[in-house]
């Protein structure tokens, strides 16, 4: 029988047809036809069960390429009523595909859930559910609860495991129902069935999403962890397994569950750890991609939950094992687990410099980006300046992707914003940005910077530079971008005047052209218009009232409004003011302007100023002067004097005996001693009768051997391999990248004084060593 014979010819032709059509308006002509003879055919009187499933069937498909087959809705909510099985739930199949929660057609289906809820046949009863998983909606919930929960014992697994489902909807659709039902989700965890359990997993792990209520599930944690030790020794039946993995997706469910409760709670990670290295370990031994899966997600919940640094260690190796592969899913999985683990120890990121180096430099634009995401990551002050650049030179050759552009820009701004080495470096930073992506910048960094600058007030150079620099960027382009204009019209309108005569009046004319330029933001031309006031301090030139009178008649309110105040001040003045008149005046900070009105108040009868010391009173200052002395006296009282170093006779050696011990004997330098081999290993006695001792040549006191190392012999010694240069460059660019990410090496340590031997008696071995040497 071949596929489809059960369908009429004309769903046959009808799918054919879509099937061979050429241009959207042919399908949409053949749809159009179809629709209208759908309509006349659904409506004839006394359609037959099997004939009224193929118009059904055609109204999927006819919805499924986008246009309205509504007019067959109300026939699926009929069909549902039937008694045939088959017609049933083509009718259910029809509804959930096609109705949503809010339709007011649902309430039609009420009466037919309620009786095939209470159906001895499991088929219809897990029809009904998988429905109201679907269409349920919070004025539903109550006439089918009752018929739900009572399901929760029925003898079939398969109707256990939908009902627990259909729990799950409720709570996500009306949270205050989670007591009433945590009981029963918890039964369900401990489910004879798999599949049953399962679906408990899911419950629980929507209601996890909420930090608030995971305290009440913390004693739940040695169940998940007692039913994932079951399934990684294969407790499941076989037909949960994966290409020879026990049940992934249970597994990659319950660590999940783990890791947000385990999450900022030492107690409760410490049931997780031996169980996590356990299917880490085990996962990591297959080699099929859904051990990789499981692998990936024991480093995600490993960074959740308390940091254990053995834990840490292994997904570390785990992580370079993915980094090392050939296969590009494998090493975007290793970025993605390094960007985790670097958020709880930037150490482990050191450890894979050139891998993270060719990443940066590979073909693949998915994998460079992950890597990108890694750097930002790992950002310290220390590297800020190379992965900056980095990061800007993949922003300059991303062309068309808007949102991996307003990703990079959120990212530069915010380390150059945390680890800027220098005022001059943000500055130049920041307009890299705004000449390469201006459009993607948030309001608040133009707000930082300009607040920056305005902090160089008393740095004339910096002044200048930033001036002369902002001024050459306008003149060098036709047209920029707001933020770029914004922070340019702000500098030049403020700065200026530290400009000669020549440079200001190629400022006017600069900014009176960027007024024809196009912006999106229409507050840009306000920025150029306010600058424009400052610089000709309230008297301006023939071109600016031209261009203040065109622009006060300008569709942008915002400008408008600027233009009339402008105009007038301006009628307002006769002759240029500054403003900054009044930055260089001394204030008196002494108050002496105000000593004949205080006198004159103090004549009217006010109360003159008391002194704080004065206000808490006389016993406050007995009480301070007490403990001012008690402190002093206290201090006088230490002794400071340092202690004298200990004395050590140079040349002897420093020798500690024990009472009840013999005597030592001075030992000889120029003594010579045969030293043999070790006799007594963990293997056991190794020597054997008459054999001799060896000798071995004497090392000098250097510690090092003065005997040529076997693989360096004469005659057998390898020249190391040389370099290449682009190898050389390439290693250098890693040390620069990783320059403050690792451990840095300690610094030296002064010299200690030797310490005095313990006249106590020192603890005698461990019986336990003595019992491992006679185990022979």
């Not at 650049?389 to 307003?406: C, P, V």
């Amino acid at each position: 029988m071949s596929s489809g014979s059960h369908l009429s010819k004309e769903l046959f032709d009808l799918v054919k047809s879509i099937g061979e059509s050429r241009s959207k308006q042919e399908e949409d002509k053949i749809i159009t036809q179809e629709v209208n003879l759908l309509k006349a055919k659904i409506t004839e009187p006394s359609i037959p069960p099997k004939k009224m499933k193929e118009h059904l069937l055609r109204a999927i498909y006819i919805e499924m390429l986008g246009h309205d087959a509504s007019f067959a809705y109300i026939h699926a909510i009929n069909l549902a009523q039937s008694s045939s099985l088959i017609a049933k739930r083509i009718g259910y199949l029809t509804c959930s595909l096609c109705l949503s929660q809010e339709s007011h057609l649902i309430i039609l289906l009420v009466a037919t859930l309620q009786r095939d809820l209470q159906s001895q046949n499991y088929l219809e009863v897990s029809a009904a559910l998988t429905v109201i998983c679907k269409l349920v909606n919070v004025g539903m919930m109550h006439a089918i609860s009752d018929h739900v929960v009572r399901l929760l014992s029925h003898p079939n697994e398969i109707v256990r495991k939908k009902a627990v489902m259909v729990l799950t909807k409720f709570i996500k659709l009306n949270p205050s129902l989670i007591p009433d039902y945590n009981e029963h989700f918890r039964r369900a965890l401990c489910d004879k069935d798999p599949s049953v359990m399962g679906s408990s997993l899911n419950a629980f792990w929507s209601l996890l999403q909420d930090e608030k209520i995971r305290p009440h599930y913390k004693d739940l944690i040695s169940s998940f962890v007692v039913i994932l030790k079951q399934i990684i020794d294969h407790r499941l039946p076989r037909d949960y397994d994966y290409h020879r993995m026990p049940a992934p997706w249970f597994q990659i469910q319950l660590l999940e569950i783990l890791g947000m409760l385990g999450q900022d709670d030492q107690k409760a990670s410490e049931q997780m750890y031996e169980i996590l290295s356990e299917v880490m370990r085990r996962a990591d031994d297959t080699g099929v991609n859904a051990g990789y899966a499981i692998v990936y997600q024991c480093l995600k919940t490993i960074t959740q939950v308390y940091p254990n640094p053995a834990l840490i260690n292994s997904a570390a190796l785990c992580i370079s094992r993915f980094l090392t592969s050939e296969n590009h899913n494998l090493k975007y999985t290793g970025i993605t687990g390094l960007i985790s683990i670097v958020k709880i120890d930037p150490t482990q990121a050191s450890q894979h410099q050139m891998v993270v180096v060719d990443c940066l430099e590979d073909t693949d634009d998915t994998l460079k980006r992950k890597t990108l995401n890694l750097l930002f990551r790992m950002t310290n002050p220390n590297n800020v300046r190379v992965i900056i650049e980095k990061l800007m030179g993949f922003l300059r050759s991303t062309s068309f992707d808007s949102h991996l552009k307003e990703e990079l820009v959120n990212q530069i701004t915010d380390i150059a914003e945390r680890f800027a080495p220098d005022s001059r470096w943000y500055l130049e930073t920041m307009n890299g940005v705004f000449e390469l992506s201006g459009e993607h910048v948030k309001p608040g960094i133009v707000n930082n910077l300009v607040r920056l600058i305005d902090e160089w007030r008393d740095d004339p150079e910096s002044i200048r530079y930033t001036t002369e620099e902002y001024l050459a960027i306008l003149e060098r382009s036709t047209s920029v971008n707001d933020a770029m204009m914004q922070v340019a019209a702000w500098v030049l309108g403020e700065f200026a005047e530290s400009l000669d005569s020549d440079q200001q009046s190629r400022v006017m004319t600069i900014l009176c052209k960027a007024l024809h330029w196009r912006f999106e933001d229409n507050l840009t031309k306000g920025w150029i218009l306010t600058a424009l006031q400052k610089l000709g301090r309230g008297v301006p030139s023939d071109d600016v009232r031209e261009l203040v009178s065109k622009f006060s008649s300008s569709r942008n309110e915002d400008l408008q409004q600027r233009c009339y105040e402008f105009a007038g001040v301006c009628t307002k003045l006769t002759y240029p003011i500054s403003f900054k008149e009044n930055l260089g005046k001394e204030f008196d900070l002494t108050l002496n302007f105000l000593d004949d009105f205080v006198r004159q108040k103090l004549m009217e009868g006010a109360r003159p100023y008391d002194p704080e010391k004065s206000r808490r009173g006389l016993s406050y200052l007995i009480n301070k002067g007490r403990e001012e002395y008690k402190v002093s006296e206290a201090f006088q009282a230490m002794k400071m004097d340092p202690y004298e170093a200990p004395k050590v006779e140079s040349g002897r050696p420093y020798l500690v005996s024990t009472p009840g011990a013999p005597p030592l004997q001075e030992v000889s330098a120029d003594r010579e001693f045969k030293v043999t081999n070790r006799l007594w290993t963990n293997e056991g006695y190794t020597g054997k009768k008459g054999q001799a001792p060896v000798e071995q040549p004497r090392p000098n006191q250097g510690g090092i051997s003065l005997q040529p190392s076997p693989s360096y012999a004469p005659g057998r010694a390898q020249p190391p391999k040389q370099k290449t240069q682009k190898e050389i460059e390439k290693e250098r660019f890693a040390q620069s990248l990783f320059s403050g990410v690792g451990n840095e090496p300690a610094p030296p340590q002064p010299p200690q004084p030797v310490q005095r031997p313990d006249p106590r008696p020192q603890p005698q071995p461990q019986q336990k060593r003595i019992n491992d040497l006679l185990e022979l």
